[in-house]
């Protein structure tokens, strides 16, 4: 195999899964403005938007979890792994790859983090149009920012590649 051959096809692999995760990000995002633009929503609504928030949030996460996996070469582990995932994508890595979590993005994604987490544990719960409400302007704030970092690292792997290949 010629040199490189290894980073490229992770690079590749890279390209293609996170294009797909960035575009689902986009999908649920809209659906969330769109419900957003006509609140307050119906009771089905507001589970809808509950359901959208943690698919957002999961596809995200799996989305950094690649990025971690193939770029760093390194993904967190423990207990704390999810928020220590947001933290090590803050971090810009000179000659590797630009951060790619905004730093005025952290609160908010804590919240959503926070969020998945009951979202996932509540089994019989009557969602609070007003707490969904809340988090879906958070998702709605972050979106772009993050998608900007994200959009800056497929730039970059896609630049790395062509250097690799010659």
Same mark, same amino acid.
């Given at each position: 195999?010629?040199?490189?051959?290894?980073?490229?096809?992770? %690079? *590749?692999?890279?390209?293609?899964?996170?294009?797909?995760?960035?575009?689902? %990000?986009?999908?649920?995002?809209? $659906?969330?403005?769109?419900? @957003?633009?006509?609140?307050?929503?119906?009771?089905? $609504?507001?589970?809808?938007?509950?359901?959208?928030?943690?698919?957002?949030?999961?596809?995200? =996460?799996?989305?950094? =979890?690649?990025?971690?996996?193939?770029?760093?070469?390194?993904?967190?582990?423990? *207990?704390?792994?999810?928020? =220590?995932?947001?933290?090590?994508?803050?971090?810009?890595?000179?000659?590797?790859?630009?951060?790619?979590?905004?730093?005025?993005?952290?609160?908010?994604?804590? $919240?959503?983090?926070?969020?998945? @987490?009951?979202?996932?544990?509540?089994?019989?719960?009557?969602?609070?149009?007003?707490?969904?409400?809340?988090?879906?302007?958070?998702?709605?704030?972050? @979106?772009?920012?993050?998608? $900007?970092? %994200?959009?800056?690292?497929?730039?970059?792997?896609?630049?790395?590649?062509?250097? %690799?290949?010659?």
């Amino acid at each position: 195999m010629p040199p490189g051959t290894d980073a490229r096809v992770r %690079l *590749a692999r890279l390209d293609a899964e996170l294009s797909h995760d960035v575009d689902s %990000l986009d999908r649920l995002a809209a $659906e969330l403005a769109e419900l @957003h633009a006509r609140w307050p929503p119906s009771r089905a $609504e507001v589970v809808m938007a509950a359901t959208w928030l943690h698919a957002w949030y999961t596809g995200l =996460e799996t989305g950094l =979890e690649r990025i971690a996996r193939l770029v760093d070469e390194t993904v967190p582990g423990g *207990a704390s792994w999810h928020a =220590e995932l947001v933290a090590q994508l803050r971090v810009d890595v000179p000659g590797v790859r630009p951060a790619v979590i905004p730093a005025d993005a952290a609160v908010d994604l804590t $919240e959503l983090r926070k969020f998945r @987490h009951f979202f996932r544990n509540a089994y019989l719960v009557d969602f609070d149009p007003v707490r969904i409400q809340a988090m879906v302007s958070r998702l709605l704030r972050c @979106h772009g920012p993050i998608r $900007e970092g %994200l959009d800056a690292l497929l730039i970059h792997a896609r630049a790395v590649a062509v250097t %690799l290949a010659g």
